[in-house]
């Protein structure tokens, strides 16, 4: 079945540290987004691509970096340098432009300690 | 730049009683509007979407949208809103480059 993996679901890290979270897809989507979910805020865009080798920084991407060197692949670094790490990330992703319907991963619990 | 605004935060009401939740958002050129829920503990779940033609849209469990293009508006509503109701609901604008949420509403149902 197709879909949206995202690895791993719960994640503890030390503060200082950086971590990756693997967002993967076998879809054939063009379009990939890194959001982050904190209560009372909703889900706020971290980064988004629409191709390969190409990617746009969203609404909170201070402290994050991301690459899309495949399609089916759209990781996201949380550095050090983000200040308040501890969140719930989703990943989504949708074929072509908008319209299109949206796919959801299951989510990743960072805690930093 | 293109935002989505929930007006409420938090909203309590009975069962029986009449849900609107308020959506505006901002964005000049063409929209698709989205209405998610996520029940507690679960995973997001479209309620119900916009990409043109009648801008009243009816989704799943009894749920309707009125997408209002003068007001920038896409507002939810459910005549009579059940304990299972609880959860949050989010509106999401999609245009052809990004996909942005709203900050979310929280609804109490209380039996």
């Known amino acids: 079945d197709g879909g949206i993996t995202q690895s791993p679901k719960y994640l503890f890290r030390k503060e200082g540290q950086n971590v990756t979270l693997s967002c993967e897809q076998n879809l054939n989507h063009d379009a990939m987004y890194w959001y982050r979910q904190d209560p009372g805020q909703g889900l706020r865009l971290i980064y988004y691509?629409?191709?390969?080798?190409?990617?746009q920084k969203g609404d909170i991407a201070e402290g994050y970096s991301v690459s899309r060197e495949k399609k089916e692949s759209f990781p996201l670094t949380v550095t050090s340098a983000q200040k308040n790490p501890t969140a719930f990330y989703l990943c989504?992703?949708?074929?072509?432009?908008?319209?299109?319907?949206?796919?959801f991963g299951e989510g990743s619990w960072l805690t930093v300690v | 730049a293109q935002s989505v605004s929930q007006h409420n935060h938090h909203v309590i009401l009975s069962e029986a009683a009449s849900l609107e939740l308020g959506c505006n958002y901002s964005?000049?050129?063409?929209?698709?509007l989205f209405w998610y829920v996520q029940y507690p503990g679960q995973h997001l779940q479209l309620l119900l979407k916009?990409?043109?033609?009648?801008?009243l849209v009816k989704g799943i469990k009894g749920f309707e949208a009125e997408f209002i293009k003068s007001k920038f508006s896409f507002n939810l509503r459910k005549p009579s809103v059940q304990w299972s109701d609880t959860a949050e609901y989010f509106c999401?604008?999609?245009?052809?480059?990004?996909?942005?949420f709203g900050a979310g509403t929280t609804v109490t149902v209380r039996a």
């Open positions: 989504a992703s949708h074929r072509g432009f908008s319209g299109n319907t949206i796919y």
């Open positions: 999401a604008l999609h245009n052809d480059y990004k996909l942005s």
């Open positions: 964005y000049g050129g063409t929209v698709n």
């Open positions: 691509s629409q191709i390969v080798n190409d990617f």
């Open positions: 916009y990409f043109s033609g009648d801008p």
